[in-house]
Each structure stands twice: as C-alpha cells, then as structure tokens.
C-alpha cells in the first residue's frame, strides 16, 4: 500500500487481487489528502455523512431557536427579524443541505453499488465533484447566516424576496442554486449506475428496494432540480437588475414564480421520503426475516410516485389566486399520489406478518417511520382537500404535516439506516440497548413536539409568527418540551456510536444474518468492494421461510 | 385560556360548520385508514417476535387482488371527500349577485377596508351578519393573506391584481382576522378583529364612522382632479370608450378577443392601459401606475361600476 | 465500438463504458432541457397574458440577424455532425479542421448577437444598460429583460460549447486525444453543441417570431 | 469516412435551413395563435432532425430515445399543467 491517491489506473484492465484491494476502504490511505481527493463512492459516503451531519446541527440549533422563543407568546427572546431570519434558514438548511441530500449522499452512495455488484458509481469523479459543489454551496449559506441571514422564508416567494426583503437573498439563492448542480450529479450518477453497472445475473427484478427507490429518486433529481435552478437564478436576476418577470409592478406575474417553484418543491418531497422509504423496506424484510411482501408493487410504486409526484405542485397554491379549475385538477391529482404510498404502507405492514422479528433499532426506527408518515400522509391528503385547505393552509397544521413526513418519517428512517449499515461502514458494533432506547426517546419526543401543532393549526394559529395570540401558550409550551426531549434524543446516538468507533466489536461480514450484496463482502468492505463480480443467482430477501401452498 | 382559544375556534358562518364536519369526517376515515397499520404492526411485533414461538407458514409473499383492492378501496372513499370537499370549495367562487362589497387594500403591514358607503378602518372589519358580504382585495406591495378562522376562510391578497371572497357571517361577535401569508418582518402583527354585527348595530356603526363621502363619490372626485373625465366626459373631444354600464358587460379588444369588464379589468385598464385595448380606439390613454395607489384605484373602480346607464353594443 | 477502447474504472468492458458515457450524456441534457424550460414557460405566460404587448415588443426583434444566426448555428451543427463521424474513423485532420470551423462558426454567432444586442442599445431597448424609460410599456420592458436573460444564458452555453470544440480541434490536432480510440470524448462534445444549437432553434421563433 | 452518411448530413442540413426560411416566412403571414402554433411546430421538427440525425438517436438503442423524449414529456407537463392555471384564470370570477 503505496500512495492513497488511488484514482483509478486506467491501465487496471483485469480485476486483479492486490493485497491493497483487499484491504478495507478505511485503511486506503490515512491523509486528509486521501480522504480529499478520493473517488471511492465509500468515502465520499463518508464526507457526505459528516458534512450533512453538521447541517442537521446548524438547522436544529436553528429549530432550537425557533422552540425557545415560541415559549411566550411576546417572542422574547428574539427580534421579529431575527425570528423570520431564524425559521428561514432552518428550512433552508434542513431541506436543501440535510435532507435532500440526507439518504441517497451517505447511504446510497455507500450502497449502491454494492448492492448490485459494482466496483464504483459510474462516474467516480463525478461523485467527488458533486461533493465539492455541494460543500461550496453549504458555505456560502453558512457565510450568509453569519453575515445576517435571510428572511424570506424557504419558499422565497416574490415580491417580498426579488424587492423587499433586506437579507442575503442574492446570496442564499445562489447557494441553493449551486447545490443543486451537487443534487443532479448524483442523481445522473446513480441512473447511469443503475442502468450500466449492475452485475451479471442482477435484473431489474433482483434490485433491492432501497436500489429501487434510489432510482426513482435521482429521476427526480435530474427532472426537477434544474427547474429550481432557473427559478433562482432568475430571483438572483430580479433583484440585481429588476427583471420583473415575477413582479407585478412590471407587468411581470408572481404566481409564475410560484408555480416554477413547486414544480421542482413538491417533486423535492419526494426526495426527501423516496430513499427513505427504499431504507425502510430494507429494514421491514431485515427484522422480519422474510421477502417484503409484493415486491413487484413496492418497486413500482416508487416509479409511480416519483412520476405522479411531478403532477400535483398546484396543492401548495389553492389560496394564492390560482384558477379554480386548475386548483381542482390538482386536489385531485394530489389524492392519486396517495395511492402507490398505500401499497407501500400496507404492504410493509404484511411483510411482518408471520416472520421472525427480531426486535432490534433498525426495526423501532422502520417502526417509527412507517406510524409517522402515515399520519403525516394522511393529514397531506387532508391538506389537498380543497375546502379544508382554505382553512388550514399556512397555519401549524401545515408545520406538522410535513415535520411529520420528514422528520417523523425521514429523520427516523435515517437513523435506521444508520444503525442498521453502521457494522458494515465502519466494522464495529454498537450497544443495541441504547439504540432501542433512543428511538424510543426520539418516538416520543417526537410526537410530544408535533402533535400539539395540528390543533394550534386548526384552530387557526398561522405559521412563520413571531408574535402569537396568548391562549395559543399552553400547546407552544408543549410544543417546546417536547423539542427539547427530542433535541436530547438526537444527540444520544452521536454518543454510543462514538464509542463504538473505538471500542465496539468487530462485527463481521454479516451481524444480523440478513440477505443482501453488501453483507456477503467483509465489514468495512475492500477499496473495489468486490475481489470478484459476483454473479446473482438468487431473488432479493430470499430468507428461508415456512411456505405453504407453494407449487 | 380556554376562553381565549374559543375565539379562534367558533364557526361563525355556515360554510365554517360545513367545513369542521367535512374534517370531522376526514378524521374518522383517517382513523379507519390508519387504525389496522398501527394494531397490526405492534400484534404482529410481538406474536411473530424473534424467538416465540408461532406458527409462521403462510402462502406466497404476493396476493394480487389483496393488493390492488387495499389501494383502490381507500382511493374511492378518499375521492367521496375529494367530491364533498370540492363542492363546498365551488362556493366559495358563486356569491350572490346582491352581496355588500368591501373593498380591503393590504400593504406592510397593515389592513385598509372600506365600506360602500365610504367609512374606512384599519386592522378592523366590521360586516353585518347573515348578509352577504364580498371582498374585493388589493395589495400595495407583497403577497399577503387575509385569514378570518372563525370563516374557515382564507385569500390571498396578490400585488398586480384583485383577489376576492365572500361570506355571510351568521353570529354576532368578535373574533380573530390574520395575516396568514408570510410577508416581512410584522408579518405575525399584521392581524385585528372580526366584528360580526347585528343589521341595526351595523347601520348604527355605519352612521358613527367618519365619512369624506361614499367610495363610488370619492372616485369622481378622483375622476375628475385626475382627467379622466377630460377624455372620457360625454364633452371630451378625444375618442375614448364612454364608461357608462361598462362594468359587466363585455368587451371586445383590438386583437379579436373578447372580455367580460370585471374589476380586474377596470383596474388593468387603468394600470396597463396597453394591455388589453378596447377595439376601435387608439392606444392613447395614459398609465396611471405611479400616480394612483391601490386604494385610489378601487375608489375609481367602485366609480365606474356606479355609472350604470346600459351600454349599447358595439 | 471499436475494440481498442480504452477502458477504466468501474467499467467491465468497453460496451459498457461507451453506453454509460453516452447515457450520462443523455441525462444531461435533459436536465438542460428542463434548465432553458422554466424560461419558456416565463415566456409563454408573458404571452398568454399580455398578447398584444407582447407581438409590439417582438416587431422591435431583429428577425433577419436573427434568421441569419440560426442559420450559422445549423450550419455548425453540421460541421460537428461530419467532425464527430470523421473522428469515430479516425479522421483526425478533417475532424480537427471542422470542430475549428464550427468553433469558428460559434465566434461569428456570439459577434452578431453582440451586434444586435448593440443595436438594441442604441434604440434604448437594452434594459439594465440604457434607459428603462425609453420603453413604450412596461411589457416591453419586461419582453426585452426576458430576451436578455434568454438569449444570454443561451451565449453562455454557446461560450462553453466554442472552448469545448477549439479545445477538441487543439487536443486532436496535437494528437493528444487519441481517435478513433477516444471518439466518446468528441461524440459528448458533439451533443453538447448540437443541443445548444437545439436551445436556440426554440428560442429564435418564441422571441423573434411572435408577430 | 462514409459517403453516404455525410451525404445524408448534408440532407438535413438542407432540410432544416428549407424549415428555417419556411418559418421566417411564415411569421410574415400568420399572425396571434396560429403563427405560434406554425413557430413552434416548425421549431420541434427541427429539432427532431437534430436529435435523430446529428445526436445520433438513429443509431442508439431505446434507452437514450426514451430519455429524449422524456425530458420534452416533462416539460410538457411543467407547461400544461401550469397552463391549466393560466388558461381558465379568466373564468369564474
Ligand atoms: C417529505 C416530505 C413530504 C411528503 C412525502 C409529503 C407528502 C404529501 N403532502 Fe405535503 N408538504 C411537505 C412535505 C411533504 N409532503 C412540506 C414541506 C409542505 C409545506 C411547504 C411549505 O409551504 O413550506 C407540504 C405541504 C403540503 C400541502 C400544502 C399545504 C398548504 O400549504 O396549504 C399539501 C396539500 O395538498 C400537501 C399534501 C401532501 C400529500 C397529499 C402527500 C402524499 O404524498 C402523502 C401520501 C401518504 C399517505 C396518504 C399515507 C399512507 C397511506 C395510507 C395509510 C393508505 C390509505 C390512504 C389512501 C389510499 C388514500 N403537502
Ligand atoms: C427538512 C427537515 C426539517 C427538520 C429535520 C426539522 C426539524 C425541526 N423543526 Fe422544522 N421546519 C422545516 C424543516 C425541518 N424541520 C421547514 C422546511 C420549515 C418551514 C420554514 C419556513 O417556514 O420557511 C420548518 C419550520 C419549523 C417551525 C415553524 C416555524 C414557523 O413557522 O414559525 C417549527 C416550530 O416549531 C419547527 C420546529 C422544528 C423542530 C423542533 C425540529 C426538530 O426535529 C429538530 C431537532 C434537532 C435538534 C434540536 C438538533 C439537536 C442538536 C442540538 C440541540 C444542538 C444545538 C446546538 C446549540 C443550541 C448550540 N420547524
Ligand atoms: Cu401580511 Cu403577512
Ligand atoms: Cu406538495
């Protein structure tokens, strides 16, 4: 083991055993510059785990802010500016620099090309760009936050943001705009892995689910990010040289940018909740010991949503002044959305019956998850019916709906997935005792802080309010408590599987005794993650199970 | 405390009880949808738990018709409410030809109304109940949201052209009015009362506010101090579209198209004059975009609606 | 393919390479497509909306510059079209001499957008640079900030796709990049400049032809 | 070097600068929707020109075609839908 600059040696035609391709990707090298400048997909996981990390700790100190300061209804502890600037860039931070890139940076680039045999993404350097964009555009934000942050919320509607509004507006949009080139080079990236590098005897019916919904998540990446790109860029524009294409005063039409905005915001949903899903139906078979019930559908239902997903933006706008025929199109549209989501719920929900459980993290994360955003979803369909939308929209109820999908759905899914390939990543085992117990915490906390929201919603406490009506008191103070437990749960796992980075034991090719590409290659896998290609034989989950009625 | 959130709570028009009842059923199907995930993930967590032992032989892990009939039968109910739902929301787009209109200017970060009879309040709307009342909504400057949640109701103010609502209030009383779309730094100041009043205490409000005179009175003067009536006086000498009976009616433009004369219109005409041209006129007539704020522009649109005498069609 | 394609990492074979290149190539530009999308749709409400504003303000469009660089850019395209065939069969110098030419071909196109964009100057209708009050409406103002926006994101890409092309013709003329062996680094180039073209076969009509 | 596909480049190059005069032309005579419609029909015949002969779609399997469709499919849907909007805004009241 020579130089850790391994960038791939074009002349490496065979797929030879070195001692140094067998050796684990953690050993490849011990430089920063190894770490740097690779273009291992393992390792790029590994920056992205770290980078987004940080993220979800500026954007919950953000969310700790927002908790602390909702305590009285005067907002004591913060200037009406410096809450708007608070709640703005908790939303920016979290949705374009947490959870967007959350599942599919770390995990799905860790695991992708493991699980259907490669030695790498397709574009290996690619990957690395794409994290170097990305931690560009997280500075210049950062940059922004420190140099006075901006206020117009995450939506940067117009007027307010191309004329108004006196923070870095220019700045951020140009953040966001950058990172979304990151967001597109890696969902062109998993495509092409997709599509080209899977091993023989892998069809698009032995992918895993969480492959499944990687894919249909990077087409809404590639299909959706672009549009939001423009839509900054011409923010950017509005305010430097007035443009005018979103403001009135011009002739221009701020609905247009409304509409140019969802159209990549609501598809950007499911970004964020695909790849979670993809986790959880992992983390169903894996507990439950069995074949995730109607695979076919699961899979399917993910193309669907990230299909019909692209038609439905229009429930974010029923009372903005869009046409009514238009807003009835879409409720409509928004209810067939649900439908591939049943699939998936019901049909997780059928996978545990009669398997082998083993009631371990990964299953109380899954567990989380799949509760969570049902409820979430279902209040998502409450919000697309048209006349409980007018009543409800831009109140607490919409702040609970969707901290429900995301952080009741996703952060939680998130976490599985950590638990649950975190033997795999890094070697080591961690105490499943305290696994079990903070998502329990993270549970409880979680609903504690939410929950309150949907009736401080529909009694009509609108949301991005600094100063709110006193008798709304008691269900803020709720609201808080619980953000604090939840705050607490969070930080928990950074403790034991700290400690487990040192101290835990080696877990072994396969702790859980599971099925899976990934779990057949030592822990942490060899630099080309493969000594051969392997060629696959058997379906995906093919755990052995009691059958009856089988020909 | 209680009392407190009974204000914001009280459905204090028809469609406000229509709309807690479609929830109130919405909440019952979503208890139904959810209810069986939620038991059977945690029966089966603990039956089928590692190490218990159960009887695990089962049929193959796919079931067509199980599938697709635990994805369609939740749609269909769900398309019911989406039916119910929508049919309330078409209402909310029908008033009644006969409605009292309140024309209401937002701008950071403060609500204007003005009644037809010219009496203007700030942050305060008082309406008389069980009588049709239509908004008419302007903003001067961003996107803003006016949000009365004893209505159920809520709109949209959007910069560049008029938004509207409508309601009757059925029970006396005070309750909450909001800002609801996010709109700069007093976003969450800019809300005020809801007064619902009887017919007589209404009249008798009515009489106690100060007037400079009705709104339709107040854009004549308008009309004349800013020289509309130069080109659009029966005397003018300019050929300019007479607007009698214009309001309502339909017009027909220069490139062929044809449009009914609403207030979004009237007030387009004035602010864009070169957007739609009335057919067979020349391009003449002047933007009064930096002259006129929005309230200005609803008083000289409430004028042009009063001039009644029927148009006849070109 | 050729055989003697060079094949890297993670790629089993040449196949594979050559169709994962071409497929990310592909994806690419579709994400271009949706990139210039959310201008056409600014463009076709502004049209929608304001109709008669809207065809005022394209007669003040220069149709014939305008005309004429479509041409040059369709003449470009084909020069890359033949380039890229020479260059699979190793035509190197032809491929270097056509790539120089539509580099070429590239260079006149940004000239006479800059001539236009100077004329344009000149009548005041240049927003952001000569005086907004020149305008006869406001939707006027806003149809030429649309354009500016439009045309100048487009010369953007036209600017990248010149130093793709004259960077190509360098890199085979030299003999640096090795052909027919490396033909997949011409043919992504190749559709990168054929789209750039497509860009503005859509933008020449919506703009300049809305009469 | 084949003759036969430099001849057929040449071809449609000919074709598409007959589609850009025919355009150009037809701008002079047609006016409001139906010269849009004729500006933006010539305009995606071109560009299928473009697509299937210099992009090599002709000569590539189904994948990167379906890929090229797709993308106009979604901006189809960006423009449709959001003209569901705009095109009955008029409506109603
Ligand atoms: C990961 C994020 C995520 C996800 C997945 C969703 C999913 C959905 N969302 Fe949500 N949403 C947001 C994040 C998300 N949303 C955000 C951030 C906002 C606010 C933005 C802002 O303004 O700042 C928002 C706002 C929002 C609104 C606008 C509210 C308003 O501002 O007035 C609406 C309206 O229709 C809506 C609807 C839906 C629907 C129908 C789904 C569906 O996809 C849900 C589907 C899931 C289920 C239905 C549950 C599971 C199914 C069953 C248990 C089976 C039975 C059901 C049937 C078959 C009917 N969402
Ligand atoms: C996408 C992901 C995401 C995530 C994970 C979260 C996580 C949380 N969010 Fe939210 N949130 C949004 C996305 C998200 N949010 C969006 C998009 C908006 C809309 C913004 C807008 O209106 O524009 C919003 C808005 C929003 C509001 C409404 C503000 C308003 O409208 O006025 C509130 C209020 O309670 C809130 C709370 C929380 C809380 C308590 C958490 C908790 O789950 C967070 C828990 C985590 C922690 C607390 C971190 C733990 C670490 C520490 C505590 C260390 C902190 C260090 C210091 C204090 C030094 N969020
Ligand atoms: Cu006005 Cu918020
Ligand atoms: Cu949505």
Known sequence: ?????????????????????????????????????????????????????????????????????????????????????????????????????????????????????????????????????????????????????????????????????????????????????????????FIVTVHKLRAPGMTWRHLPLFVWSHYATSLILVLATPVLAITLALIAAERLFGLGIFDPALGGDPLLFQHLFWFYSHPAVYIMVLPAMGVVSELVAASARKPVFGYAFVAGSSIAIAIIGFLVWGHHMFVAGQSMYASTVFSFLSLVVAVPSAIKVYNWTATLHKGRIA???????????????????????????????????????????FHYIMVGGTVSAYFGALHYWWPKMIGRKYPLVWGRLSAAAIFFGFNLTFFPQFILGYLGMPRRYHVYDPPFQVLHVLSSAGASILAVAYLMPAFYLFYSLRYGDPAGRNPWGVTGLEWTVPSPPPKHNFMETPIVTELPYDYHVEREGEQ | ??????????????????????????????????????????????????????????????????????????????????????????????PPPDALEISVVAKQWMWKFEHPGGQREIDELHVPANEPVKLTMASQDVIHSLFIPALRLKQDVVPGRYTKMWFTANRPGTYHLACAEFCGTNHSLMGGRFVVLTRADYTRWLEQSDVDGSLADQGAVLFRSHGCSGCHGSSSTVHAPPLEGLYGSPVPLDDGRMVIADEGYIRDSILLPQQDIAAGYPHDMPTFRNVLDEGEVLKLVAYIKSLRKPRVLP | ???????????????????????????????????????????????????????????????????????????????????????????????????????????????????????????????????????????????????????????????????????????????????????????????YWHFVDVVWVFLYPVLYLAR | MNAMTVIRLVFVWFALMGLLVTTVGASFFLRGPASMAASTGIAFIKAALIYWFFMHLSEERGLPRLMAVGAVTWLAILIGLSFTDYATRGFGW
Request: proline fraction near 4%; charge should be neutral; include cysteine.
């Open chain 3, 1 to 191: 393919m050729s055989e003697n394609v060079q094949r890297h990492e993670p790629y089993r074979d040449a196949r594979q390479q050559h169709e994962a290149d071409m497929m990310g190539m592909y994806v690419f530009l579709s994400t271009e497509v949706m990139l210039f999308g959310g201008i056409f749709l600014a463009i076709f409400v502004l049209r929608l909306q304001h109709p008669e504003a809207f065809v005022e303000a394209s007669k003040r469009m220069h149709v014939f510059i305008g005309a004429f660089n479509t041409a040059v850019l369709l003449t470009s395209s084909l020069a890359v079209a033949i380039a890229v065939h020479g260059a699979r069969q190793g035509a190197a110098r032809l491929s270097t001499a056509l790539f120089g030419g539509a580099a070429g071909l590239g260079v006149v196109f940004l000239g006479l957008k800059a001539l236009e964009y100077r004329k344009e100057y000149e009548d005041g209708l240049l927003p952001v640079v000569s005086d907004p009050g020149r305008f006869s409406s406001p939707i006027e103002h806003l149809f030429m900030n649309l354009y500016l926006v439009a045309t100048a994101l487009h010369a953007t890409h036209l600017a990248i796709g010149i130093l793709l092309l004259a960077g190509l013709a360098w890199r085979i003329g030299r003999g640096n990049l090795k052909l027919p062996e490396r033909a997949i680094v011409v043919v992504i180039c190749g559709l």
């Open chain 2, 1 to 94: 405390m209680t009392q407190g959130l009974l204000t914001w709570a009280t459905e204090a028009s028809e469609h406000a009880s229509q709309v807690d009842l479609l929830l109130t059923g919405f909440s019952l199907l979503v208890f139904v949808l959810s209810a069986p995930v939620f038991v059977l993930m945690a029966l089966f967590a603990i039956k089928y738990r590692r190490g218990k032992p159960a009887d695990r032989t089962h049929p193959v892990n796919r079931n067509i018709w199980m599938e697709i009939s635990w994805s369609i039968v939740p749609f269909l109910f769900i398309v019911g409410v989406f039916v119910w739902a929508t049919v309330l929301y078409a209402d909310l787009y029908r």
């Open chain 1, 359 to 401: 009631l371990d993290p990964p299953f109380f994360f899954a567990a989380s998850f799949i509760g969570l955003f049902v409820i979430g979803g279902l209040t998502g369909l409450a919000l697309a019916m048209l006349a409980i939308d007018v009543h409800v929209h831009d109140t607490y109820f919409v702040v609970a709906h």
């Open chain 1, 1 to 189: 083991m020579t130089n850790a600059l391994d960038a791939p040696d074009p002349h490496n035609a065979g797929i030879s055993e070195t001692r140094a391709e067998r050796e684990s990707y953690l050993r490849a090298g011990h430089t920063l510059r190894s770490w740097l400048l690779t273009t291992d997909h393992k390792r790029i996981a590994i920056l992205y785990l770290i980078s987004v990390t940080l993220f979800f700790f500026i954007g919950g100190a953000a969310a700790a802010l927002i908790r602390a300061d909702l305590v009285t209804p005067g907002g004591d502890l913060l200037t009406n500016e410096g809450y708007n600037r608070a709640f703005t860039i908790h939303g920016v931070i979290m949705v374009w620099f947490f959870l967007i890139p959350s599942i599919p940076t770390t995990f799905g680039n860790f695991l992708l090309p493991l699980m259907i045999g490669a030695r790498d993404v397709a574009f290996p350097r690619l990957n690395l760009l794409s994290w170097y964009i990305f931690v560009i555009g997280g500075l210049i934000t950062v940059y922004a936050l420190i140099a006075g942050g901006v206020d117009t919320g995450w939506t940067f509607y117009t007027p307010l943001s191309s004329f108004f509004a006196n923070g870095h507006v220019v700045l951020v949009a140009v953040a966001v705009f950058i990172a979304g080139f990151s967001s597109i080079l890696t969902g062109l990236n």
